[in-house]
């Protein structure tokens, strides 16, 4: 059991942490309560819910005021007839399901049909095909997996993107729309196929290393890579996840969910943590950013969750929306048991009010958790339950993860295997040779440092991404990782995020991400652009930048100059992921025009104001 402040327990793993530290300064840490048996096919548990409880509500997706809703009995005879469908399309692995629309009824449908018969998909992001630039990055994406067909929801939308990258025979379903001079065969043909014994059969021959599905990375540093995920990733994953969230053994989850399916965290953990355990999936079609929050607002004022996933930014837009809607407060912590958040730091703001808003809304605050694992490693690789004071700790390996530390500079360089973790990338040896090391520990490329010195039980804390780390001039690394939450933290929600500069320079400097709704609330008649350079709004960043710089403790550690961001991050451009994760050397390289303006004495740059508040 996991207590929070001694009044309210959730029941949660109980590990058996061990450690050893060899000569050379490398600790593995492992966990001594084996992972067990895992189950061999993830769409068991389609047929499992399927038998025991037919008419609970799988799925549900927005209709209008109202919600349309899929039971895992009708789930288990959809799978049936589209896989038939796809089997008689010739469907493989070699010629898998490619889906290029966003999180939808009918894509978890078209996914779990191909899984159920032994077809890998791919969830592949939206915008590589409505916000790009061009399209070379999709087409890179399906030269590395040559789909036998391709799903959109809608179909003209993605009219320019396939006609762009498919031949004109290519094969295209799609749940409703028309692209002109291409044939597209709608989704209700593949729900009214009459399946057959080589269904059975097919889903018979699925074992755990079965391709289940292609989840590609971001793309940020070059072409997106196709991580192979196996049946046995997937259901390893699970299994450690139910140990880990032990509380959904007894109670199905309720989830409403917002985050991409093209993504690991929810195309994996999310979606699968429901179909585990029985539970039910509400897609959340909102966002965390200003027009989008209203949509998730809708939503969690009619779903409770019991298991609720966000990125801090959109922790910290529900905790706006929650400070004066208490209906919207009282409906997200009245069966919640757990929240977790990834993607980035959490301002110890927001983890304030979040306690604060559950007391209010139910008398005791709810467990606030986080984690870390890759694409790579399906993704659950390691977690903290124990209730924290502060946001930060990512906890320790799951069942089954060996966690291995080595000596990099100052910092620890984290490894981790386990049956979670992908045998590589789609098509590419050596891409995957890369990517282990010579005892096959799958390089994370990010840096950990004890909680508390030499105690593993207590976890640890995420130290930056390797790549992003750069040198001043004078040789002094800086751990951009730990700076860019600090300095966000400092800004009091006034920016989401920020971008840290100065590779090769004497100072540190950043391009700051403003929250507009913030910032208006300080300059309320300011309009457009106006609003950055408004003097109480530079005023206010210069205060809290000076409090910043009177608690650095060295040069590495030291934002001596600041830049507000005017206007977006570009996903096209890989400077920020559909999750909503910003990528800092994307950004860097993309905007070196603001890090020449940042280091100039141009009218936009901000220094710290002469006396701290």
């Not at 996914?111 to 890179?140: R, T």
């Not at 259901?235 to 969910?257: H, Q, S, Y």
Request: glycine share 8%; proline share 7%; hydrophobic share 40%.
């Amino acid at each position: 059991m996991a207590k929070v402040d001694g009044e309210r327990e959730v029941r949660v793993w109980k590990p058996d942490l061990r450690w050893r530290t060899r000569p050379d300064g490398t600790t593995l840490i492992w966990r001594a309560d084996p992972l067990g048996e895992v189950p061999h096919r993830l769409t068991d548990r389609i047929d499992h819910w399927a038998n025991v409880a037919p008419d609970r509500i799988w799925m549900a997706e927005r209709a209008g005021a109202g919600w349309r809703r899929i039971s895992y009995g009708e789930l288990a005879r959809a799978v049936r007839h589209a896989g038939q469908w796809m089997i008689d399309a010739g469907l493989t692995v070699e010629r898998p399901l490619a889906i290029l629309s966003g999180n939808s009824l009918d894509h978890a449908i078209m996914a779990l049909s191909a899984q159920y018969v032994g077809v890998p998909s791919a969830a592949i992001s939206p915008a590589y095909s409505l916000m790009a630039e061009d399209f070379d990055k999709l087409s890179s994406i399906l030269q590395q997996i040559t789909p036998g067909a391709i799903f959109v929801e809608d179909a003209a939308p993605f009219a320019g993107a396939i006609d762009a990258v498919l031949p004109d025979g290519a094969t295209v379903v799609a749940s409703r729309g028309a692209i002109e001079g291409r044939h597209i065969t709608p989704f209700e043909t593949l729900l009214g196929t009459t399946p057959t014994d080589a269904v059975a059969h097919a889903h018979d021959a699925v074992g755990p290393d079965t391709v289940a599905k292609f989840l590609f990375t971001s793309g940020t540093t070059g072409s997106p890579k196709a991580v192979i995920n196996t049946n046995r990733m997937l259901c390893a994953n699970m299994e450690m996840v139910r140990d880990c969230f032990a509380f959904m053994k007894d109670t199905p989850p309720i989830l409403c969910d917002w985050a991409p399916w093209s993504h690991t965290a929810s195309g994996n953990k999310a979606f699968n943590i429901v179909l585990w355990n029985g539970g039910t999936f509400h897609i959340d079609g909102g966002k965390p950013s200003p027009e989008g929050i209203e949509e998730t607002v809708r939503n969690l004022r009619e779903v409770s969750p019991t298991w609720y996933f966000n990125v801090p930014v959109g922790y910290e837009r529900l905790v706006e929306r929650m400070e004066r809607d208490a209906v919207l407060r009282d409906s997200f912590f009245a069966n919640l048991s757990m929240m977790m958040y990834a993607g980035a730091g959490m301002a110890a703001h927001t983890w304030t009010a979040l306690e604060r808003l559950a007391r209010e809304a139910v008398g005791h605050p709810v467990l606030m958790c986080s984690g870390l694992g890759a694409t790579e490693t399906s993704p659950f690789a390691i977690f903290c339950t124990d209730p924290q004071r502060a946001p930060g700790n990512i906890g320790i390996p799951a069942r089954g993860v060996t966690l291995k530390l080595v000596p990099s500079g100052e910092r620890l360089e984290a490894r981790v295997k386990g049956p979670n973790v992908t045998p590589g990338y789609w098509r590419a040896p050596d891409l995957t040779a890369n990517a282990f090391d010579d005892e096959g520990f799958y390089l994370l490329g990010d840096a950990l440092r004890f909680e508390v010195p030499g105690e593993p039980r207590r976890g640890f804390r995420f130290d930056g991404r390797i790549a992003e780390n750069f040198k001043l001039r004078t040789g002094t690394w800086v751990a951009v990782g730990t700076l860019r939450s600090r300095i966000v933290d400092q800004m009091d929600g006034l920016v989401s995020d920020a971008i840290v500069a100065g590779e090769d320079r004497d100072t540190l400097g950043a391009i700051l991400l403003p929250d507009l709704e913030r910032l208006r609330m300080i300059a309320p008649n300011a309009k457009g652009s106006a609003l950055l350079s408004h003097p109480e709004v530079r005023s206010a960043i210069a205060r809290r930048l000076a409090r910043h710089l009177a608690a650095a403790e060295g040069s590495a550690t030291r934002i001596t100059r600041a830049l507000l961001l005017d206007g977006t991050l570009s996903l096209a451009r890989g400077e920020v992921t559909d999750k909503g994760s910003v990528n800092q050397r994307a950004v860097l390289r993309e905007r070196a025009h603001l890090v020449e303006a940042l280091y100039g004495d141009g009218p936009d740059v901000i220094i710290p104001a002469p006396t701290p508040a």
